[in-house]
């Protein structure tokens, strides 16, 4: 008489259900047969439209970038160049405010002197001998 032993197959996608074995010994099973190594499977299916979704995420920052490159590329914009400077030498002992004094009486001293330092790019010191761009609105 034989009996039949009930056991139940991790789940995988190869058996859901259970499987039916005989009692017999398992001595008596081929020694030459190797048992099956089933590969584990990962519960995550990535689908083509996952594959998408994943796809879009990855290049939505490369697009954003571009875009706001593109975007920004016309910033800069460039001067015609038309503006008139008259260059001046610094004398010794002579002060922004001098300056100012000089060619812009009726101008407030302190705009004259950021527009001097801006157009010049100077720093804080004013060496004698240095010359120096004003802007023709100055010169007039």
Do not use: C
Not at 9 to 28: F, I, Q
Not at 44 to 66: E, K, M, N, Q
């Amino acid at each position: 008489m034989s009996a039949a032993v009930l056991e139940f197959a991790p789940r995988n996608a190869a058996s859901r259900s259970a499987v039916l074995r005989s009692a017999a010994p398992r001595s008596a099973a081929p020694r030459d047969a190797a048992p099956r190594a089933e590969e584990p499977r990962s519960h995550l299916r990535l689908t083509r439209r996952g594959r998408a979704v994943f796809t879009t995420l990855a290049a939505l920052p490369l697009v954003i970038a571009a875009l706001f490159f593109v975007l920004n590329g016309g910033g800069a914009i460039a001067t015609s160049g038309t503006e008139q400077l008259e260059q001046i030498t610094v004398q010794p002992g002579q002060t922004l405010w001098d300056l100012a004094e000089e060619y812009a009486p009726t101008a407030d001293p302190r705009d004259f002197i950021a527009d001097i330092m801006s157009v010049n790019e100077l720093g804080v010191s004013l060496v004698a001998g240095d010359t120096l761009a004003i802007p023709a609105k100055y010169s007039d």
